[in-house]
């Protein structure tokens, strides 16, 4: 699992088009100012993410938020919320399931239920999507892809979920170099992203959602591209079709 995890990032990202798999944005900056964006994964959780929200509001900077299925059940008007404050919305599956033990026909059924949900709650698609621990296989990667989503990691991981303290993160956040691009893996379950926030604000940096990155660079359709540019991935796709069929 960790070997494909390597592949994918370190060979697909640099042949693939980002329509089909992010692990950082485009490194051409557009103006002075340093582009990153920050993604928020576990959430919605009741406190801490309004308090999230009120920080990046006071910041003036967007978010993209991967949200567990379950918990968008519990706070459907936190999802709201964050969609009407121009955050975007991603799909973290339905029970943030461990990946070894879940299947690739169970894990794409709760990728479907969720982006239901983001699509009921909002009333828009979602096409990002972030696997439980960034852990995919094969069948879950193609099965992604024939459903349109943008497999979306990350570059930047201050491993925040282990901390014990604000300190802890406030030193990663003081040695990080912010660099036109990266994405940055915070979580909004724990009570400290409010607080990276804030202190990225010291930086002259702009928020950036995932998806403002691909619309800039890479519009098209996964699926299709993946038909055209690719016939033998395209194979793949249709015979992994098959199979959760
Ligand atoms: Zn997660």
Known sequence: MSALRQLLKSVFAA???????M??????AVSQQQEIALTFDDGPHPEHTPRLLDALAAAGAKGTFFVIGEQTLRHPNLVR?????????GNHTWTHSEPAQTSAVRFLEEVTQTRQMIQNLTGRD???????????????????????????????????????????LLRWLDGYRPRTGDIVLLHDNPPR??????????????????????????????????????????????EEAANVR
Not at 23 to 28: C, I, K, S
Not at 81 to 89: K, L, N, Q, S, V
């Open 193 to 238: 992203a409010a607080v990276a926030v804030e202190r990225l604000t010291r930086h002259d940096l702009r928020f950036v959602t995932l998806s403002e990155w691909l619309d800039r660079s890479c519009p098209v359709n996964v699926a299709e591209s993946l038909r055209d540019s690719n016939p033998v991935l395209g194979q793949l796709c249709s």
């Open 23 to 28: 692990t950082h944005g485009p490194r051409a």
């Open 126 to 168: 979602c096409r990002m999507m972030r696997p439980p621990k960034g852990a995919l296989t094969v069948g879950k990667t193609l099965g992604l892809w024939r459903r349109q989503q943008t497999i979306a990691l990350w570059n930047s991981d201050p491993k925040d979920y282990a901390m014990t303290d604000e300190i802890e």
């Open 81 to 89: 919320r964050i969609a009407d404050e121009g955050h975007e919305i």
């Open 15 to 21: 042949a693939l088009p980002q329509s089909w798999l």
